[in-house]
């Protein structure tokens, strides 16, 4: 392993059976394989995969490939590092009710976007729950990865059931509340919920 941050112990477990796959089927798993294999949502594994390659251990051998997740020890010289002026598209994010984020092997181009220095990934909205914040159906979002945000931010949010949706931060006197940015739709509370960024950009195709 190249990297000299601390794995968790499922992150472990995650890499363990992408290499025994690998070798037994000469070719990686799909991340709907993977959650299979540990019985869990596949959303849970979308997180997993992000932060290995996040730290370094895991790299996906091209652009466009379902099963081209690779362990950087084993790509060699064959791994194929992203382009510096890329950011990835991890996936669909909710904007109406909570829906998982799902899997979508794409690259976007966005260097005059994507802040030199800062964690960046997209992900594809779907639903209608921002639209008096201009984010509509089928926009893409920039993200910042980050775990904590402030009252009012605009935050991709796990929730207890381990879905994912896209909404404005409250933290409140005993709750958290998600607060939709359309009138017609009611707000989601929660105890507690996982923070996975922070967003910092739309882009949308005419």
Known sequence: MTSTTPLTRRQRDIL?????YTEEHNLSPTLEEIAQHFEVNKVTIFGHVAE?????VLTRAARGVS???RLVEQADEQSMPAPPATVPILGIIAAGAPIEALEAPEELFLSDLAPDGRDVYALRVRGHSMIEDAICDG????V???ETARN???VVAILGNEEATLKRYYREANRIRLQPANSDMDPIYADEVTIRGVLIGVVRQI
């Open 139 to 142: 926009d893409l979002v920039l």
């Open 144 to 146: 910042e990865r980050r």
């Open 152 to 154: 009012g931010e605009t």
């Open 16 to 20: 363990d059976f992408l290499r025994a």
């Open 52 to 56: 290995l390659e996040r730290k370094g």
């Open 67 to 69: 099963r081209g997740l």
